[in-house]
């Protein structure tokens, strides 16, 4: 059964509310000891040799990187009207931006020893003063729906090979949010305005296009 752009519409807009509140919530600092009782249980549960795997996680989310993933995946189809996409994620980015450089976010604590992490890429040389949204998070939920979008429009492919795909995308979504609050780079509420930004961003641009 084919999803209708007006239910990708309303999905995306419902996205976009829980993100414009969740940004008021963080502003207005209501939830700062929810993000310090999830950060110090994950940091207390999780164990530290997947901080390995959680670093190639950080690689694939860096700006660079998934930004060519993303036009590699627009090349699959190569629809004109695929351009939207890159508006929406140039948007994105930018409330990204705005967001790092003037909502405030605490420190995350110094006795939590998240690995560091030394990439190289110029993306890393960028200062931020804050953390509020999670730009790994948003970029992994914004290119899971592109790719998702090519899995299921393919002719090609079986409907269980379909659902392994989508599985195994849901799957690499959950691990790059849970890797963002392990290696200490953001508290949980950062990692939730990212999948908010990536969901509408995402949703919206399917209504256009789908």
Same mark, same amino acid.
């Given at each position: 059964?084919?999803?209708?752009?007006?239910?990708?519409?309303?999905?995306?807009?419902?996205?976009?509310?829980?993100?414009?509140?969740?940004?008021?919530?963080?502003?207005?600092?209501?939830?700062?000891?929810?993000?310090?009782?999830?950060?110090?249980?994950?940091? $207390?549960?999780?164990?530290?040799?997947?901080?390995?795997?959680?670093?190639?996680?950080?690689?694939?989310?860096?700006?660079?990187?998934?930004?060519?993933?993303?036009?590699?995946?627009?090349?699959?189809?190569?629809?004109?009207?695929?351009?939207?996409?890159?508006?929406?994620?140039?948007?994105?980015?930018?409330?990204?931006?705005?967001?790092?450089?003037?909502?405030?976010?605490?420190?995350?604590?110094?006795?939590?020893?998240?690995?560091?992490?030394?990439?190289?890429?110029?993306?890393?040389?960028?200062?931020? $003063?804050?953390?509020?949204?999670?730009?790994?998070?948003?970029?992994?939920?914004?290119?899971?729906?592109?790719?998702?979008?090519?899995?299921? $429009?393919?002719?090609?492919?079986?409907?269980?090979?379909?659902?392994?795909?989508?599985?195994?995308?849901?799957?690499?979504?959950?691990?790059?949010?849970?890797?963002?609050?392990?290696?200490?780079?953001?508290?949980?509420?950062?990692?939730?305005?990212?999948?908010?930004?990536?969901?509408?961003?995402?949703?919206?641009?399917?209504?256009?296009?789908?």
């Amino acid at each position: 059964m084919k999803i209708s752009q007006r239910t990708f519409a309303i999905s995306g807009f419902i996205a976009l509310f829980l993100f414009v509140f969740l940004t008021i919530a963080v502003v207005g600092r209501s939830f700062q000891q929810f993000d310090y009782t999830i950060l110090t249980w994950l940091q $207390n549960n999780t164990s530290r040799s997947l901080d390995s795997f959680f670093v190639v996680l950080t690689l694939i989310g860096s700006l660079e990187i998934s930004s060519i993933l993303i036009f590699a995946v627009l090349l699959i189809e190569r629809k004109k009207r695929d351009l939207i996409a890159l508006f929406f994620y140039v948007v994105s980015l930018l409330v990204e931006v705005i967001g790092k450089n003037f909502i405030y976010r605490p420190g995350l604590p110094a006795f939590f020893f998240g690995k560091d992490i030394t990439l190289g890429l110029p993306s890393y040389a960028v200062t931020e $003063n804050y953390t509020y949204p999670s730009g790994h998070t948003f970029r992994a939920v914004f290119a899971s729906i592109l790719f998702l979008r090519v899995i299921w $429009n393919s002719k090609k492919m079986t409907l269980p090979m379909k659902i392994l795909f989508t599985i195994g995308t849901l799957a690499f979504v959950l691990f790059m949010a849970y890797s963002r609050v392990s290696l200490v780079k953001h508290w949980p509420l950062d990692v939730a305005g990212g999948v908010l930004l990536g969901l509408a961003t995402g949703l919206l641009f399917l209504a256009f296009t789908y």
